[in-house]
């Protein structure tokens, strides 16, 4: 099983990125979590690049990683009380074409760190809406790091009860693509 990340923080030392390393580090054994890492280099979403002759190659290879990922978690800052727009606009290219995207019926949780104590509660909710939209099978439940830049020592949530959140999510998403295998 192989769970694909998407991190809407482009600085490599964020505290989303440490947030997605702590739940790639709660994956069950067997399971990989494989960041993409060219989130940076999509231009922005157009039809008029969404077609063969002209779609982007870092475009291709998000959807095909999404097409091949069992699920796929959302690792979200807050800016502006949203999404980050590299992060939107990810989404926006895994939801195309419309009825057979990458991202139909994928499994797929959003969890977010932000330097306030609101914990990207805005931007994990909008995750979901977007995710939903886009034909994923979204957890509605997320989770969230407020006060992040205080919240990691050596690269794992200081505060247990939190880290034992985290990697509570992360086994309801794998249980999510075990229950979506059994349903196939």
């Known amino acids: ?28 054994a067997g399971v990989t979590g494989t960041v993409f890492e060219r989130l940076a280099d999509l231009p922005h979403y157009s039809e008029e690049l969404d077609h063969d002759d002209a779609l982007p190659q870092v475009a291709r290879d998000l959807r095909e ?8 978690l959302l690792v979200t800052p807050e800016y502006n009380g949203s999404l980050p727009s ?36 805005w931007a994990r909710e909008d995750g979901v809406k977007v995710l939903r939209v886009a034909g994923a099978e979204v957890i509605e439940d997320t989770f969230g790091v407020g006060a992040s830049f205080q919240a990691f020592e050596d690269g794992r949530l200081g505060d247990a009860a939190l880290d034992a959140e985290l990697r509570t999510l992360v086994g309801r998403l794998t249980r999510a693509v075990d229950a979506t295998r059994s349903a196939a």
Request: glycine share 8%.
């Open 1 to 28: 099983m192989n769970v694909l990340v998407l991190v809407g923080s482009l600085r490599a030392g964020s505290t989303n990125r440490q947030l997605a390393d702590a739940a790639v580090a709660h994956l069950p």
């Open 65 to 72: 990683a999404v097409a091949d990922a069992d699920a796929v």
């Open 86 to 121: 590299a992060l939107k606009n990810a989404v926006d290219w895994v939801s195309r074409p419309r009825g057979t995207a990458a991202m139909a019926g994928k499994p797929a949780a959003v969890i977010g760190a932000s330097g306030s104590p609101n914990a990207a509660k």
